[in-house]
């Protein structure tokens, strides 16, 4: 069955670095998602991404993210400046037809020191 | 309550018992969602129901919808320990023209062998 890839499973870095989160969606999807978990909390949103551009995004995703699909195949995430507060489990999702049918990849623990 | 909100939060049941998750949401939606998660692990996509939909089954999985009292249930039945886990539903809703899910808080399953 296919499945959305992200690497790496884990990340620990220095406040104030960044780091860029990759995921590899599912290769006839159309429709990308940005979503993050904090330890113990619930999931939330960050951003929609269609045709290149972004669709949505929450007030989470200030100025400090960024999303691009560089190649056609890699869909990442970027955070400028880590703060300690970005902490938290980020999935990757995509779908073929909007929002009914996600897949949603392992996640990626990113860790801020 | 909160858009897509999990009751009861917490639930402990005997391996062979029957358990019921209930969720609440505030707002129109396009389908509702059920996904699973171990802990610290990625999330896995369950069942979906749209919102024309008022009952749907898959294997040992029941889910109903109502929408006129906004809610739905997820029923899980003849349990076993391997279901142990925190379950989300998560509403699909459009807002600003493009679609998203809005998660709940979980509710964490518990099946003692």
């Known amino acids: 069955e296919p499945e959305v890839t992200q690497t790496p499973s884990h990340q620990v870095t220095q406040m104030g670095q960044e780091v860029i989160l990759r995921c590899v969606p599912i290769?006839?999807?159309?429709?990308f998602y940005w979503y993050r978990q904090i330890l113990g909390q619930k999931v939330e949103f960050l951003v929609s991404?269609?045709?290149?551009?972004?669709?949505?995004k929450s007030e989470i995703f200030d100025d400090q993210f960024s999303v691009e699909r560089p190649d056609g195949s890699n869909f990442t995430l970027k955070i400028r400046s880590t703060k300690l507060e970005d902490s938290a489990m980020y999935f990757c999702?995509?779908?073929?037809?909007?929002?009914?049918?996600?897949?949603f990849g392992s996640g990626t623990r990113l860790t801020v020191v | 309550s909160q858009q897509g909100e999990e009751d009861p939060q917490a639930l402990s049941i005997q391996e062979g018992e029957n358990a019921t998750m209930n969720c609440s949401y505030k707002?129109?939606?396009?389908?509702l969602q059920w996904y699973r998660q171990n802990s610290g692990r990625g999330l896995v996509h369950l069942i979906l129901?749209?919102?024309?939909?008022r009952e749907k089954h898959s294997g040992r999985l029941r889910v109903t919808l109502d929408t006129s009292k906004k809610s739905s249930s997820l029923l899980i039945t003849a349990s076993r320990a391997a279901d142990t886990a925190s379950y989300f539903c998560?509403?699909?809703?459009?807002?600003?023209?493009?679609?998203?899910?809005?998660f709940g808080k979980g509710m964490k399953l518990t099946v003692n062998p």
């Open positions: 999702a995509s779908s073929e037809e909007g929002v009914a049918g996600y897949t």
């Open positions: 290769s006839n999807h159309l429709y």
């Open positions: 991404f269609y045709n290149n551009e972004i669709s949505e």
């Open positions: 707002t129109s939606i396009n389908n």
């Open positions: 129901i749209r919102s024309n939909e």
């Open positions: 998560a509403t699909d809703i459009t807002q600003g023209g493009s679609e998203k899910l809005v």
